[in-house]
């Protein structure tokens, strides 16, 4: 009987096994490595994304303070514009002129009333301005606080008395804190 022997392999068929092994865990490894990196990068999207949505979401209020809706009568369904200020108003020396942003509502009334002296709001809706597209008197003015922590600016008709808390609740706003 003959006895069947296996051939051992050479060194060259050791070093081919060798290098097939060593690809096979690379690729394992490689793709593993790539999981990591994906896994690391979506984390890092959601956390940076989440930061974003919080600010945002903490910011809002303080930016509507810096914008008002100015309205031609005292309806929120009259016509209005909205004014924002980017900076407070400088006098020529380059000093803080008028009102600040350490009251948000003065600057908002005083965006309003320059809107009105300078013809972009040309008349009262109730009709005391004459229908002239510039006035020598700004109306008296009364700032409201819409839902959105927006402030909206009406004019009030002459020898209305009611006060701030009345006149805004009556235009379904808040009055001013």
Not at 119 to 126: A, E, I, S, T, W
Request: glycine share 10%.
């Amino acid at each position: 009987m003959s006895e069947q022997t296996t051939p051992i392999p050479s060194h060259d068929d050791f070093a081919r096994m060798e290098r097939r092994l060593f690809d096979a865990i690379g690729d394992s490894n490689k793709s593993h490595i790539r999981r990591k990196r994906l896994a690391a990068s979506a984390s890092v999207l959601l956390i940076v994304g989440g930061a974003a949505a919080g600010w945002a979401t903490l910011a809002a209020p303080r930016a509507g303070q810096y914008t008002a809706s100015c309205y031609t009568g005292a309806s929120a369904s009259s016509d209005h514009i909205e004014v924002g200020t980017t900076a407070p108003s400088q006098g020529p020396d380059g000093s803080p002129q008028g009102a600040t942003y350490n009251d948000p509502a003065a600057v908002a009334l005083e965006q309003c009333a320059l809107a009105w002296k300078t013809g972009m709001l040309p008349q009262f809706q109730n009709g005391t301005s004459g229908g002239s597209t510039r006035l020598d008197r700004i109306p008296t003015l009364q700032l409201c606080v819409q839902n959105a922590e927006v402030f909206a600016i009406f004019p009030r008709a002459p020898g209305d008395q009611r006060p701030a808390n009345q006149f805004c609740t009556s235009l379904g706003m808040n009055p001013p804190s």
